[in-house]
């Protein structure tokens, strides 16, 4: 079992691009959060899918969108990217009411 | 607001001597505690939670109410507990389970 793959790894982008981040969840979880995590802080909540639709969503505006598909992969699109949306985002996948199992992240810098 | 407060930033204790990390929380309902570790170049795994009563690799931790706290304990450090820990609360709404995770603390083992 891979457990949760998140791709890519590692992403540079410029100021007002728009970036699609991956996560392919653990064998048999059907529930996807994300997580952004700034340097020295820990990890905040973006939001949750289940069943392909957002369940929950944290402090974050609305240029942060997601997607699940029928697989239970997910998708995070940020849009019009700030300096400040540089961090960690983390995927983490769980049945609804589970553990969280985290994948290794994605680093995504803007310049 | 539910919010998780871990005081230290770094903590460095001996090999052999006693350990503890400290977590306080502020939450209005029945609060689900976590600790999750994060070992050098691996991903954030769960090491603890509060429901399960149980100890892992020698760590314990115990939910004070009164004093709304969740500290993390080993009695007798070793090198391998070198890592970045992050204590949670679980806050679930409409169904979806959100993570509050505090800033982390960085123990560091000396030999």
Redesign the interface.
Known sequence: DA??TQSPTHLIKTRGQQVTLRCSPKSGHD?V?W?QQAL??????IF?Y?EEEE??R?NFPDRFSGHQFPNYSSELNVNALLLGDSALY?CAS?L??G???????TRLTVT | AQR?T?PE?LLSVFKGAPVELKCNYSYSGSPEL?WYVQYSRQ????LL?HISRESIKGFTADLNKGETSFHLKKPFAQEEDSAMY?C?LSE?????????????TRLTINP
């Open positions: 457990g949760v529930t959060s997580y020295g802080q820990g990890p905040q909540f949750q289940y369940r929950q944290g983390l769980s609804p009411r553990p969280l199992h985290f994948g290794n992240g | 998780v871990q930033k976590f991903r954030l795994q769960l939670r992050y949670a679930i709404i409409q169904g979806a389970q959100k993570l509050v995770f505090g800033q982390g």
